[in-house]
């Protein structure tokens, strides 16, 4: 019992180093888009492509997390994204031109997309229930200190050896984990010949892509037919398909009949919210600061990074909370802070100061951190016999959603503002109509945990 124990850790926290270090190849390259535009000569809506297409790819391979760990080894699983991490790493090191390097994110998107999903599994799967909201806090504080850091040390690596030295650095890192996984991770769960569904797989595809590809489209180009329109009916029309698909099979990509358990759809759409108001946020906060405050971008990256990193510690202390004094007391916080949090920001001007904004987000993000963790980790435990399946619903609703979240959080800006953000009255205005909105969201919110989130979760199962 304790060797197998023994093996489930070693297993775990070479698991939770590999997420930590994809987790931060997701926005470490931000700060070297300026760099990529100027050598490969390209507009910044083109090099964007580097960032949006890990997002994109992220949502698409989500979904198949389940499969994998039905029909591969761990061990299998975790050296495959670990390799296709790294050949993607190495040939953005190489790229000649915006394509190579934007296939070099997609073929790393996939690497990190099998890993990060399946890192939580076999987090459920090792350790006891009971313990399930402190490692899910530790869980939650390393994968987001990670990405919170990583542009910060990615502008510090670019000014000194250039962009493509993060590509490198990544590579070199990989290839170190990879020799001490093949050597340290022993432990395997149980697989049989799970048959993969094409035709699921195909509509997932198109549902994931064309949701989160139009909506992310919205800013830039308004409700276009091709653009915007036509992929969101794409993608919508493919949701239901799949969806209708997957309670007829007999061997379904997903299984959604966890969705019939109301406590975990309830658990689920709460998470969704609580992202798609954070994605929103870390839209319309920069577009405040730097649009309608005139700061400049350095100024709205310090506004909320203080934020950030107290969101980044409530991941932590939310779930022991949580664990403590029970989930639906630490969700109702979470609520209530958020709720202060985006009332306070409708009191913004164009003159607010930098420190009354710093404090102000600090509110906002200590709800977001108590939240979020304890949500998830409560919704999985609901249906803990299916852990499989629930950590694929549960985190590619929230990527969706999430990537939903950012479009229409500027749009219901830019609808406010009468089509043109700017240093105007008008723009003030919008701005707090937009925090109004996400508070009433934190409201709904509140609503859920009253009416459908329990402690006793046994009880309900």
């Known amino acids: 019992m304790n060797e ?78 670990l390799a296709l991490f790294l050949i993607g790493s190495i040939l953005a090191y190489f790229a000649p031109n915006i394509e190579v390097l934007i296939l070099a994110r997609v073929i790393q998107a996939c ?19 009971e313990k399930w909201q402190v490692y899910m806090g530790l869980f939650g504080f390393i994968i987001g200190i990670a990405p919170a850091l990583a542009p910060t040390a990615g502008g510090f690596i670019i000014d000194s050896v250039g962009w493509r030295s993060i590509f490198l650095i990544f590579a070199i890192m990989i290839a170190v984990l990879i020799l001490v996984a093949a ?45 915007v329109v036509l992929p969101i009916v794409i993608g919508t029309v493919s949701l239901v398909l799949f969806s209708k698909r997957q309670f007829g099979i007999e061997t379904p990509l997903l299984d959604l009949r966890a969705l019939k358990n109301k ?17 929103g946020l870390n839209v319309i906060m920069p577009l405040f600061a730097q649009s309608i405050a005139n700061y400049d971008a350095t100024t709205a990256g310090i506004i909320l990074l203080p934020a950030t990193l107290v969101m980044i510690v409530f991941n932590f202390i939310g779930p022991v909370m949580a664990n403590k004094f029970g989930v639906r007391k630490v969700l109702l916080l979470s609520c209530l ?40 980790t409560w919704t999985i435990a609901v249906v803990s016999g299916d852990v499989e399946d629930a950590t694929a619903i549960n985190n590619t609703v929230r990527q ?59 009880d309900l199962m």
């Open 183 to 227: 050597v340290v991770v022993k432990l395997e769960f149980e697989t049989g010949h799970y048959p993969l569904d094409i035709t699921s797989l195909i509509l997932s595809v198109l549902a994931c892509v064309g949701i989160m590809f139009g909506f992310s489209n919205v800013a830039q180009n308004g409700f276009d037919l091709v653009w």
């Open 111 to 129: 690497g990190s997309g099998i890993l990060l999903p399946i890192t939580q599994i076999v987090l459920f799967k090792v350790i006891p229930e």
């Open 263 to 279: 406590y975990f759809f309830f658990g689920t759409l709460f998470s969704a919210i609580l992202y798609f108001t954070m994605c």
């Open 400 to 458: 969706i959603i999430g990537a939903i979240g950012s479009a229409i959080a500027v749009v219901l800006m830019a609808v406010f503002a009468g089509g043109n953000v700017g240093h105007n009255s008008i723009s003030v205005s919008a701005f707090a109509q937009t925090s109004l909105v996400m508070s009433i969201l934190a409201v709904i919110m509140a609503v859920i945990v009253v009416l459908y989130i329990k402690d006793e979760i046994h």
């Open 4 to 81: 197998n124990m023994d093996r489930g850790m070693s297993t775990l926290i070479i698991f939770i180093i590999a997420a930590a270090i994809l987790s931060a190849a997701q926005s470490v390259v931000t700060t070297a888009i300026a760099g990529i535009m100027a050598d490969f000569h390209i507009p910044s809506t083109t090099a964007q492509w580097i960032y949006s297409s890990f997002l994109l790819v992220l949502g698409v391979m989500i979904p198949l997390s389940a499969f994998f760990t039905r029909r591969f080894k761990v061990k299998t699983i975790l050296i495959v994204s």
């Open 337 to 376: 802070f958020s709720i202060v949090g985006y009332l306070v920001m409708m009191t913004y001007t164009r003159s607010t100061s930098v420190e009354y904004m710093v404090v102000t987000q600090i509110v906002r993000a200590i709800g977001a951190g108590l939240g979020l963790m304890p949500a998830v």
